[in-house]
């Protein structure tokens, strides 16, 4: 629903943000005809978002706090391109009242609310004791000013356990932490504390009573700067983990299963109007409230964003108002011209927020480079055209909004959330089906994704009853299993690494097995092996022979029975296999090692040394292994069957050591925190692997790279290396395959 500006909009805008919500923003501006400058650090020189912008303007290096939350950078950016406003996105600077005073002061338009606004919901605890005295309802707790742990735990008594410690000047679900015991209060408050101060520059926290079965409803509000307030209805957004939301959906399956859920609704919209209209509020705004499942038509303010919100795209689904072009023009001055009774909430609406990261390692945070890329259904658009986002499907409506380009490289400077999949279907049942079937279409290999996870998440039978809390995830996640690569997988890569291997050995200029009618026409005979690598440290052997030249091969996977197979190309990394007449198609991204050929007259002398697979949203990594590392795994193995522990504790990804819990030489036993390290907005905590004695190589403050070695602990009690016997050897090299 758009509408006719009776003046011109602004000239040029400037979004002040990077990733996936500079992108769509960036799309609305292209759309009213706005000059739009990007801005990014080092680390985004190659982003999507700088692509797609009419003008890009370097701010500083990759941290974010001398780059995108440095105020004068973005200032003097404003200057150089003539931008007459900023549009902050979410995150960074949009919630910053600073930014916004300094925009006001060089006569530049914020696009978002005023800093009353801006002052009053920035502060948790300012927001909750404000919106009290305007009838909204709030959840009990202890929400005053500066308040010292020792104050906190002495108040904490009459809150009552289990509790939840939140940041004052929190958002997005960051440091909040519950606690279901006193005793573990005091440690709790020193974490929440260091989240905070890092990622707010505040420590301010206070506590709130933990409501029972919670789920996350919040309401979309509207308001201009003429008093017209409006609200588009809610969203759920339950589904979360470190209260950090995954799937969204609009409208709450909770209200739609309610007798009086549009009354419920209506009260829940006015609450949200009446906290916007307490602070003259302007622009796009969210208030969000959690609802007892046991008692919903009670519901309790937690906080109102006051900004755009990464789900805004469902509510855009189920109303069609563009929220970003409606906060362009309400701040050019324009009047809301959209009625309360002119919302309207068609069909459902289902967001899910793909992540780069490990579920199955506690959603532990993954970088990479993008090496095949394809999120939306149907052919790619010219090289010249911007990215589509919005496809029609059988079954409803399928948008993407990303970050993702190919070759672009996922770090560890910024939150691990680079893209979202939202679709829309006639009711809740045909969005979920929809955006199922867009993450079972949705590849993107080189990095670690949480879409698996996604797809399994969705299809749970709670989820699809629409029996939703904010605990859920937590208590499902030890029921879903996670692919593991079968024998399909392992023919492929093996397949491919001897085509590989054969096309250097014949030195084609034209590299690739899909320019090829044959393969392996060199020792076509001779049964071949090859030995893969997979990610929980094992070894994988194919055994491949073939009779005659374009004919399926005969392949033993481990030593298992004899297989069928053949191996097709469809086109570039799209490989196509029929093992034992079944026939599955993949994605398929090569990583090769040591310098490119000089010409296309020589042989490419690279290696070929890991091979990405995708299939059905799920996708694995698979190293191919020279005889060395095949050795190096083999005595790994020997290490694991005698029960012996890794005794070095190594960075799960680069970082920063926020905290050494203990000191070097200390006694130290299997599981305690030795350190803690921050990474992509979140604190990892690192255990002693055994009983032993700390050694600790770094320090607080110390950055560090992946699978650095951070600490060693040196057991007490350790084997003699005379003690592993040759049938301990034996024993692990047959289980792992690896017998040559």
């Known amino acids: 629903m758009t509408t006719t500006s009776p003046k011109p909009l602004f000239g040029t805008v400037l979004v002040a943000n990077r990733g996936e919500i500079a992108c769509r923003v960036i799309r609305t501006l292209r759309s009213l005809g706005i000059r739009s400058v990007a801005v990014y650090s080092d680390a985004d020189a190659g982003a999507r978002h700088v692509r797609e912008a009419d003008v890009a303007v370097r701010i500083g290096p990759a941290a974010a706090t001398e780059s995108y939350l440095k105020i004068e950078a973005i200032l003097q950016a404003c200057r150089d391109t003539g931008a007459e406003a900023v549009h902050p996105g979410y995150g960074f600077l949009s919630e910053n009242a600073d930014f916004a005073r300094a925009l006001q002061k060089a006569g530049i338009t914020f696009i978002g609310p005023g800093v009353e606004a801006l002052n009053v919901m920035g502060d948790k605890i300012r927001s909750k004791n404000h919106v009290a005295g305007y009838g909204v309802p709030v959840v009990p707790g202890v929400a005053e000013p500066g308040m010292t742990d020792a104050q906190l735990i002495a108040a904490a008594a009459d809150v009552g356990f289990p509790l939840l410690i939140k940041p004052s000047a929190g958002g997005g679900g960051k440091g909040m932490h519950s606690v279901e015991r006193p005793e573990d209060l005091a440690a709790t408050l020193a974490t929440a504390r260091r989240v905070a101060a890092s990622a707010f520059g505040d420590d301010t926290l206070f506590l709130e009573r933990l409501v029972s079965t919670p789920r996350h409803i919040e309401v979309q509000v509207l308001a201009d700067n003429h008093g017209n307030v409006i609200h588009l209805g809610e969203r759920e957004c339950s589904l979360q983990r470190r209260h950090q939301k995954v799937i969204e959906e609009a409208p709450s399956p909770l209200l739609e299963s309610l007798p009086d859920g549009a009354a419920i609704r209506a009260r829940l919209g006015e609450a949200a109007c009446n906290a916007a209209r307490s602070v003259n509020y302007s622009g796009a705004g969210t208030v969000e409230f959690l609802v007892s499942d046991n008692a919903p038509d009670e519901f309790f303010f937690m906080e109102m964003n006051t900004r755009l919100q990464v789900e805004h795209p469902v509510t855009e689904m189920v109303t069609g108002i563009d929220l970003v072009e409606w906060q362009v023009r309400i701040a050019a001055g324009e009047e809301l011209t959209v009625q309360q009774d002119d919302v309207v909430l068609t069909g459902h609406s289902v967001e899910a927020r793909v992540y780069a990261e490990v579920p199955e390692k506690n959603f532990l945070p993954s970088t990479g480079t993008v090496l095949l890329l394809d999120e939306i259904p149907g052919p790619a658009p010219r090289p010249s055209a911007p990215a589509r986002n919005e496809v029609e499907t059988a079954r409803g409506r399928v948008r993407v909004d990303s970050a993702l380009v190919d070759g672009l490289e996922i770090s560890s400077n910024y939150d691990p959330m680079i893209s979202k999949v939202i679709a829309w279907g006639e009711d809740r049942k045909a969005a979920l089906d929809t955006l199922d079937e867009a993450l079972a279409g949705y590849t993107a290999l080189g990095i670690h994704t949480n879409v698996e996870y996604l797809r399994l998440l969705i299809n749970d039978v709670d989820v699809r009853a629409g029996r939703l809390d904010t605990g859920l995830i937590e208590r499902k996640m030890a029921e879903f299993t996670f692919r593991q690569p079968g024998d399909a997988e392992l023919v492929v890569a093996a397949l491919y690494a001897l085509d590989q291997a054969d096309e250097q050995l014949q030195h084609e200029p034209a590299a690739g097995p899909w320019r090829r009618r044959d393969s ?53 990394e799209r490989p196509v296999l029929t093992l034992n007449g079944e026939v599955t198609s993949y994605g398929l991204a090569p990583v090769h090692t040591g310098p490119p050929a000089q010409s296309w007259l020589e042989p490419d002398p690279r290696v070929l040394s890991e091979v990405f697979l995708g299939n059905e949203g799920w996708s694995c990594r698979l190293e191919v292994l020279t005889r060395e590392a095949r050795l190096a795994r083999v005595l790994a193995a020997v290490e694991r069957i005698e029960g012996a522990a890794d005794p070095a504790v190594r960075s799960p990804m680069p970082g920063t050591v926020v905290s050494v819990s203990v000191s070097d030489g200390d006694t130290v036993e299997a599981g305690q925190v030795l350190l803690s390290v921050e990474a992509m907005k979140m604190e990892h905590q690192l255990v002693a692997p055994l009983d032993g004695t700390a050694h600790i190589s770094v320090g607080s403050g110390d950055l560090v790279k992946a699978d650095q070695i951070l600490a060693t602990i040196h057991p007490t009690d350790h084997p003699p290396e005379s003690s592993r016997s040759e049938d301990t050897v034996e024993e692990a090299v047959i289980a792992m395959g690896a017998t040559e």
């Not at 026409?521 to 440290?537: E, Q, V």
């Not at 052997?541 to 392949?555: D, F, I, K, L």
């Open 520 to 572: 392996w026409r060199i020792g076509a005979a001779a049964p071949r092996r090859i030995s893969l690598g997979t990610s929980d440290g094992g070894v994988a052997a194919v055994e491949v022979s073939r009779s005659a030249v374009g004919e399926p091969v005969t392949v033993h996977v481990n030593g298992g029975p004899q297989l069928t197979a053949l191996l097709r190309y469809t086109g570039r």
